[in-house]
């Protein structure tokens, strides 16, 4: 009989173990980024789990004879002593004792990956994406998302919310509208979720707080620079909670936690990138009505929609917040109560607005948040006010019958802030596989 | 102008902060879960995010008055005297000074919910899933889920693995077959996603080591309760390994990090569940062909599937781990190729069958992994053996084309390990909101 043991054996060290490996013999694996044949000596770049890593054959370090058919992406490892890169303070770099090849690709690269900059249109990006994603660059895109996501997690845990796995195949869209994705689910027509927002409302009934990173779906008839039709959706609600402002109070705590891991464990990643990471003091924060006025008055610019912002309109917020306040992100509230969904709690003192907020970062809008309704008859006299079939969401409205605390929450767009966290125009590049109007594959 | 400055004010303290409070006077927030009234005396239980909390009104207590009016699930803070719970060592109460209603429902509950065991028929269950959640023995599975996924994640993020978000609308399945959900996406039909495999092994490409915690979606037309139509897969993928052998032992290192995180994090749970953690010391292994063989001669089992087990046989072949080795796990290696999807990798020495392998665990499939074809020409071959239009799956073998280390990895169904560890027989009570053949509400 066999057994396993579950010890993982490391048979080659990483890049990060070469520091205490000086002038030792060591074996590490890893893709043939890039080949450069030089007279007498030749550098083979390595591309590692996180890291480019040089190595250089010469005549000199060994008797390893040196085969002319290395080529870029072969999976290799390569044998050989680290010494420090003296062209590069801190650095370290391996002289070649032996390559053995490993795996070898069928076809040349389409594009050319190995350059600093991956110099293609953006369709042509999309289109190739498996491969389009080994650039140093677009990976590191995603090592950062990983950091957001994992700070999320991470300081929510730490402030006692539990993680929870809502279904994605739902009876009812959350945001309602038209652009849900319809399904035939055994005959019966159902819907993608467009957002957790009645489960966790639901869990606040259990849990109190609860946050999920997950996917969400939007059937936008249109193809936008700031849309896509799936996307990842980071959400908390939490009850007990006094006003709003405890929610924003929670997400500004949040985004600092985020941004410092971001600093400190994925520094190799915003060096890559050259990210400029915020720096989150306070946030400021603006009513609706008065940023209308104010985008009037101060920006001289004609209001036509006195609902939402246009995008410019969001844009001119972030101008003056950064101006003003030296923030690049800024609180809009009070939203009025006929642009936000049925759930969102209206301010007594002005009925016509809710206690809720966006918060904008960078020109765009990268979170909607607020306090909920939480009364069963206020939640079903506001339902019915709006004309909803308000038996379709018994099973929605089953947690404010049998008792809800006061509560609110938010949901982030996880590749929005990604793309404006690293100032990319276009929200596709902070998507691994995006899913627009046009594009299902990859 | 107003400022949010993150900083998190606790108004209440938690039941965790008791220990540190005794004969101080704080308040504590949570939903009445029952109420007794006695003679001279009455008990409130509160439910607090985690734990039951017992607060005791006596008019020797304070001024207050007892409201008679207090009931089950309104949401209070109650205000009282940290003390030792004299009838229960480690265990603190509160002598009630005052209670605060936040909050009342506007119905009684349909079922108890405050009973140690929830009382009612799986169907009853599920159809009122926003307060059965309420019972603390319900609730619990879902931090022993949050736990088990938690400490999946950390373990590979310790080992070097990015952690990914693919879609889940796509253009084709992964596991082939019928039961794939479609679904019209502006015109085209595409499928939900059966697993993120296709794009776990692109991503090898890119960052050699990769897991990703998502839903993923099964259309079975048959409702059993070991099957969910939509659950959450556990999936990783690793380069550059020599064998399957270095997945197995990913697996079993993974499963030891997480029994430890639940032993040493989730207590309150296990205890409430009075879940028996499994001893994971060395797993056995043993060939597809040999555990027929043992189910046939050891347990006189006539068999008539020689391509997969039988539900009886995945019992037996782990009765017999139990009994002899002392595993409450079992790996079963080397399936049939017949039987295994078209990038599973043949054993050069037995071409019928691969290089995969199942876990069993307490008479049940958890796991299905092993190694992938990585060479596109022996996977363009056997696609093309299968009678599979290989151009259709152009985007996916795009990986291989431009070189692919040799991988391999695994998916784990957290529904079925959760349910299983905490020895529940049906899967439903495992999922927040099941979704099965007749059940998408809530």
């Not at 908390?236 to 949040?254: K, L």
């Not at 809009?332 to 003192?349: C, E, G, L, W």
Request: hydrophobic share 40%.
């Amino acid at each position: 009989m066999e057994y396993i043991s579950g010890i993982i054996e490391k048979k080659h060290i990483d890049y990060t173990d070469f520091a205490n490996n000086v002038d030792k013999v060591v074996s590490i694996h890893g893709i043939i980024h890039r080949v450069r044949e030089m007279t007498g000596f030749n550098f083979v770049i390595l591309r590692t789990k996180r890291e480019e890593v040089q190595c250089i054959y010469s005549p000199d370090f060994s008797n390893f004879e040196w085969d002319e058919n290395y080529f870029e992406q072969q999976a290799v490892v390569v044998t050989g002593k680290v010494v420090a890169d003296e062209t590069r303070e801190g650095r370290y770099e391996l002289q070649i004792h032996d390559v053995e090849v490993v795996s070898s690709p069928a076809e040349e690269m389409p594009i050319t990956i190995n350059k600093k900059q991956l110099n293609v249109e953006m369709d042509t990006n999309l289109t190739l994406r498996p491969i389009s994603l080994r650039n140093p660059k677009e990976r590191a895109i995603f090592k950062i998302q990983e950091g957001i996501a994992r700070g999320f997690k991470e300081f929510l845990l730490k402030e006692n919310f539990t993680e929870i796995r809502t279904p994605k195949i739902v009876f009812a869209g959350a945001e309602g509208g038209a652009n849900v994705f319809k399904l035939d689910y055994f005959g019966k027509e159902v819907c993608l979720t467009q957002s957790p927002q009645f489960y966790k409302q639901t869990m606040v009934g259990v849990f109190e707080r609860v946050f999920e990173v997950g996917p969400v779906f939007r059937a936008e008839h249109h193809n936008t620079s700031r849309h896509l039709n799936e996307y990842i959706s980071m959400d908390f609600e939490m009850g007990f909670i006094d006003s709003f402002h405890d929610i924003m109070n929670m997400e500004t705590a949040a985004l600092k936690y985020i941004m410092n891991m971001l600093e400190t464990e994925y520094a190799i990643e915003i060096e890559i990138l050259k990210a400029k990471l915020p720096k989150i003091d306070t946030i400021p924060v603006i009513k609706f009505s008065d940023a209308k006025e104010l985008i009037q008055t101060k920006y001289k610019k004609v209001i036509t929609d006195f609902m939402d912002f246009e995008p410019e309109e969001e844009q001119l917020l972030c101008k003056y917040a950064e101006k003003e306040f030296g923030s690049e992100f800024i609180f809009v509230t009070h939203y009025p109560s006929a642009k936000r969904p049925f759930y969102a709690m209206d301010d007594a003192n002005e009925p016509d607005t809710t206690l809720s907020f966006d918060l904008l970062f960078r020109g765009v809008e990268i979170t909607t948040g607020g306090q909920r309704v939480h009364d069963y008859a206020a939640q079903v006299k506001k339902m019915e006010e709006r004309g909803m079939n308000v038996e379709e969401f018994d099973s929605y409205l089953m947690a404010h019958k049998y008792g809800l605390p006061p509560h609110g929450g938010l949901g982030l767009g996880l590749e929005r802030l990604v793309t404006k966290l690293l100032g990319f125009p276009n929200i596709r590049s902070g998507s691994l596989f995006p899913r627009d109007l046009t594009r299902v594959t990859p």
